[in-house]
């Protein structure tokens, strides 16, 4: 069975913190992808970025960045320098490999960046 | 390009009332997926298609049915609706190859009373 968990469930940090988001993951498979997705207050579903299993680079994409350990089955999101528009609700998901092909989110992580 | 389209947008059932959700999407997508939203939660599988012809339940399938008759369409039909089935409904579609992600419609709110 597959698992994503997101512990956090509101954080709320002053404008231009830098602030961490956890995911962590319960698979069997050896083969998988990992996502994140942002919901802004609007109620849209954005992707943000997508992970294999193969790949524990790291990725930085201006203020975003991630952090990918197999070790831990983790796969945390920072945002540097938060800004106001950063505030949303966002999802860490999976999807495996095998015959499943499902897709599966942890319930999100609400933040707000405060002014 | 329309991507993935969700109607309607609002509704309001009684229990006991039937109804059906569409979607429908103009990228050839294989992969289909309904996801419930239930206010302050995270998104839960309903069902899902890897293909024409073929579904499969999600994680929170009962009081649901669908169907993939065709690649464009994944209808998710409620039978019986129940005041636990007030959410807000996402279906998304997915290709598999480079740069995959789920494509998002704009959601389906509704209200069981």
């Known amino acids: 069975a597959q698992k994503v968990t997101q512990a956090q469930t509101e954080i709320s940090v002053v404008e231009k913190e830098d602030v961490t988001l956890d995911c962590v993951y319960e698979t069997r498979d050896t083969t998988y992808y990992l996502f994140w997705y942002k919901q802004p207050p609007s109620g849209e579903l954005v992707f943000l970025i997508r992970r294999n299993s193969f790949d524990e680079q790291n990725e930085i994409s201006g203020r975003y960045s991630w952090n990918f350990q197999k070790s831990t089955s983790s796969f945390n999101f920072t945002i540097t320098a938060s800004q106001v528009v950063d505030s949303a609700v966002y999802f860490c998901a999976l999807r495996t490999m095998n015959r499943d092909d499902k897709i599966i989110f942890g319930k999100g992580t609400r933040l707000h960046i405060l002014p | 390009n329309a991507g993935v389209t969700q109607t309607p947008k609002f509704r309001i059932l009684k229990i006991g009332q039937s109804m059906t959700l569409q979607c429908t999407q103009d990228?050839?997508?294989?992969?289909m997926y309904w996801y419930r939203q239930d206010p302050g939660m995270g998104l839960k599988l309903i069902y899902y298609?890897?293909?024409?012809?073929?579904?499969d339940k999600g994680e929170v399938p009962n009081g649901y049915n669908v169907s993939r008759s065709t690649t464009e369409d994944f209808p998710l039909r409620l039978e019986l609706a129940a005041p636990s089935q007030t959410s807000v409904y996402f279906c998304a579609s997915s290709y598999r190859g480079p740069n995959e992600k789920l494509f998002f419609g704009s959601g389906t709110q509704l209200s069981v009373l």
């Open positions: 990228m050839n997508h294989n992969y």
């Open positions: 298609s890897v293909g024409a012809g073929i579904t």
